[in-house]
């Protein structure tokens, strides 16, 4: 049974891992074309700041200090105490879509639904503006991907009970 909650733990890590590498490669090619262009001072002064705020809010808020130690917890929980449904849903579990509090799961929710309204206002942007955009949110799921995997290497062989809501 141990090593069937192994498995889901790393099920969960790989199948959260590959949803952001896919992210990430659906946008980089945006961001890269509008990198080929010629850009104007006022693109490169918005890819700037772009890329500072995603990399501090998307990334350092949103992930290293909030969802990626949550879900590094989950994974920690899954391994100890998981169940056939967690196994085969372990990455959507992990990301806090079921068997969370109330509120975890309303803000997993509401913040998916956010980011799939955002993904289609951003296609209605033309280059190079969306690249640049897109620059910023490849940066912060990069952090994100990364701060993911330390924390759940981190927590991955704890004996402590983590707090997993």
Request: with cysteine; hydrophobic share 55%; net charge positive.
């Amino acid at each position: 049974m141990a090593s069937l909650r192994a498995a889901a733990g790393l099920w969960a890590v790989a199948g959260f891992s590959l949803l952001l590498i896919a992210a990430i490669e659906r946008l980089l090619p945006h961001a890269l074309d509008a990198l080929s262009m010629p850009l104007g001072l006022h693109h490169l002064a918005l890819l700037a700041a772009n890329l500072l705020f995603m990399l501090y809010s998307e990334g350092y808020r949103g992930f290293q200090r909030s969802f990626s130690p949550r879900f590094a917890a989950r994974v920690a929980d899954l391994r100890r105490n998981g169940d056939l449904l967690r196994g085969v849903l372990a990455p959507f579990y992990c990301m806090g879509y079921f068997g969370a509090g109330r509120r975890q799961t309303i803000v997993t929710w509401s913040l998916t639904t956010l980011i799939v309204l955002l993904v289609i206002t951003f296609r209605l942007i033309p280059q190079p503006w969306r690249g640049v955009l897109d620059a910023g949110v490849v940066a912060g799921l990069i952090y994100g991907l990364l701060a993911t995997w330390y924390w759940t290497a981190l927590l991955w062989n704890t004996r402590e009970e983590p707090v997993a809501s």
